[in-house]
C-alpha cells in the first residue's frame, strides 16, 4: 500500500495526512475548496515545524514528509489510483453515503474504503458500495500527529483480510491499533459521551459550576481535560451528533442529549471553533476563561 487520498482538509483530515506523509506514504489530500487545503498544508507545516524545535525530526525529515503531500479539488483524479480513500469530511450521513457510492465506482476493485467517522454506522456506509467486505471504519483520535489510538470498526461485512491489513497499516504509522464491532459510537464514543452529557446535566441542574466539575474530573479521576473543556474541544455541535445517533440507535433515554446542549449548539456556541462554548476563548491565549453565561 503506497498511494493514500485523504478526503477532506479539515482538523482531522490534515492530520490524517501528516501522519501517513510522516511514515512514508504518498498522499493525496482532496477537498471541495482550496482554501481549506491551503489552510490545511499550513497546519501540516506548522506542527512539522514544531517538531523540529523539539528535535523529534530533522528539517531534511519535514522536507520530505511535504514533499509525499499533493493537493487535489477533485477526487476523480486521485481516488482512482489510491490503495485506501481515508474519508474524513463532515459527520453527515448523507455527505459519507454520496462519497461512498461515487468511491465504490471510480476506485479500483482493491481499494480498501475507510471513514473516520466518530459514530456513523460502518456497516450502513458499506451497503452503499458494492465492496461491503472492503469498507471499514479508522477512527483516529485529535490530534492525530500526537494521540497513539486508531479504533478500527468492522463493519457487518466487513473481511477479516480488509480487517487485519488497516489494524497492521495502523501499527506501521506509529498507533496503536484496536478492533471493535459496528455498534452505536463503538467503543470511545459510547462510552465518553454519556460522561460528557452528565457533566452538561450536572452544571444544567446547578449541582456545580464549569470550574468545579471540570477540576474534580481532572484533579479525582486524572483526566487531563475537564469533560466541559473537552466537550468545548470537540466541538459541541459534534458531541451532540454523537448523542442523537447513540439515542436513535439504542432508543435508550439514557442516551438523551441534555436541553442545555441542545440550546447551545442552536444558538451556536459550540466551543473552541466558535470562540465560546462553557469556556471563552481568544486566539493566542491559552487562558482558561468560563463564559460569562456560566460564571
Known amino acids: 500500500m503506497k498511494q493514500v487520498t485523504v478526503i477532506g482538509g479539515g482538523t482531522m483530515g490534515n492530520g490524517i495526512a501528516h501522519v501517513f ?32 524545535s523539539k528535535g523529534k525530526i530533522s528539517e531534511a525529515d519535514k522536507d520530505a514528509a511535504l514533499s509525499r503531500i499533493q493537493t487535489q479539488t477533485k477526487l476523480e483524479e ?16 448523507d455527505l459519507k453515503l454520496k462519497l461512498f457510492t461515487e468511491l465504490d465506482q471510480m476506485c479500483k476493485d482493491t481499494t480498501i474504503l475507510a471513514t473516520n467517522t466518530s459514530s456513523i454506522s460502518i456497516t450502513k456506509i458499506a451497503a452503499a458500495t458494492k ?7 479508522m477512527h483516529f483520535m485529535n490530534p492525530v500527529p500526537v494521540m497513539k489510538l486508531v479504533e478500527v470498526i468492522r463493519g457487518y ?19 496503536i491499533p484496536v478492533e471493535v464491532n459496528d455498534y452505536p459510537g463503538f467503543v470511545a464514543n459510547r462510552i465518553l459521551m454519556p460522561m460528557i452529557n452528565e457533566a452538561i446535566y450536572s452544571l444544567f441542574e446547578g449541582v456545580a459550576g464549569v470550574y468545579e466539575i471540570d477540576t474534580v474530573m481532572k484533579l479525582g479521576m486524572a483526566h ?4 466541559l473543556q473537552l466537550a468545548d474541544f470537540i466541538g459541541l455541535d459534534v458531541c451532540l ?5 447513540l439515542h436513535d440507535g439504542f432508543g435508550n433515554p439514557k442516551y438523551a442529549p441534555c436541553p442545555l446542549l441542545v440550546n447551545m449548539v442552536t444558538a451556536g456556541y459550540l466551543g473552541v471553533k466558535s470562540g465560546e462554548g462553557f469556556y471563552q476563548y481568544t486566539p493566542g491565549s491559552k ?8 460564571s
Open 287 to 294: 487562558e482558561l476563561v468560563v463564559s460569562d453565561r456560566f
Open 78 to 93: 486521485c481516488a482512482p489510483n489510491s490503495d485506501l480513500v481515508v474519508e474524513a469530511a463532515t459527520e453527515n450521513i
Open 241 to 245: 451528533s454523537i448523542l442523537n445517533v
Open 157 to 175: 461485512a466487513t473481511s477479516d483480510s480488509t480487517t487485519g491489513t488497516i489494524m497492521e497499516l495502523s501499527a506501521k504509522l506509529g498507533k
Open 224 to 227: 487531563p481535560m475537564g469533560p
Open 21 to 52: 506523509a510522516m511514515n512514508g506514504f504518498n498522499v493525496h489530500l482532496a477537498d471541495i475548496s482550496e482554501q481549506a487545503l491551503e489552510k490545511a498544508v499550513g497546519t501540516i507545516t506548522r506542527n512539522l515545524d514544531r517538531m523540529v
Open 131 to 137: 465492496r461491503a467486505d472492503k469498507v471499514i471504519g
